[in-house]
C-alpha cells in the first residue's frame, strides 16, 4: 500500500472518529430544567384500613432516564406533602419518575405508575410563538 493511501485511510478514520467524538459531545450535554411534579397521597393501607395524613412520615421520589436504573437523587418530601419541584442538571432524555410513601410505622408503599417527562437538548427550544398577529381589510 502507498504512503499516499495509508495516509488518506488514517485521515479518514481520524475524521469518522471526530465525527463520533461530536456526535456523543452533543447527545451528552447537560440541560438545566424545573420539573414540577404532583401526587395524590394514599388514603387507604393495602388492607383496606384508612390512612391519615399525619400517619405519612416522607414520599420517597426515584427516577430513571431512558429506562436506565432507577436513581435515588435524595428527592424526600416530608410529612403530607404532594408536591415537588426538582432542579434537573443532567443529560436530555425521558426521564420516568416513580413516588412511594414510607408511614411512620416504618412501612413502605409499592411504588407508584410512572409519570414521564421528556427532557430535551438545551439547543431545542424554538422561538416563542408570535403574539399579537392582526389583520385588516384594505
Known amino acids: 500500500m502507498s504512503l499516499f493511501i495509508k495516509q488518506v485511510s488514517v485521515a479518514i478514520a481520524v475524521l469518522a472518529m471526530g465525527v463520533y467524538l461530536l456526535f456523543n459531545i452533543a447527545v451528552s450535554e447537560p440541560v438545566e430544567s424545573g420539573i414540577a411534579l404532583t ?9 383496606g384500613r384508612p390512612l391519615a395524613p399525619s400517619e405519612i412520615e416522607r414520599t420517597n421520589i426515584r427516577y430513571s432516564i431512558d429506562g436506565g436504573e432507577l436513581q435515588w437523587g435524595g428527592n424526600t418530601m416530608e410529612g403530607e406533602a404532594e408536591e415537588l419541584m426538582i432542579n434537573i442538571t443532567g443529560e436530555p432524555g425521558e426521564y420516568l419518575f416513580f413516588a412511594s410513601v414510607v408511614t411512620k410505622d416504618g ?20 422561538a416563542n410563538t408570535v403574539t399579537n398577529l392582526q389583520g385588516t381589510l384594505e
Open 39 to 47: 401526587w395524590e397521597r394514599p388514603t387507604a393501607r393495602q388492607d
Open 107 to 126: 412501612l413502605i408503599s409499592g411504588e407508584s405508575e410512572p409519570a414521564f417527562v421528556n427532557v430535551p437538548p438545551p439547543d431545542y427550544w424554538p
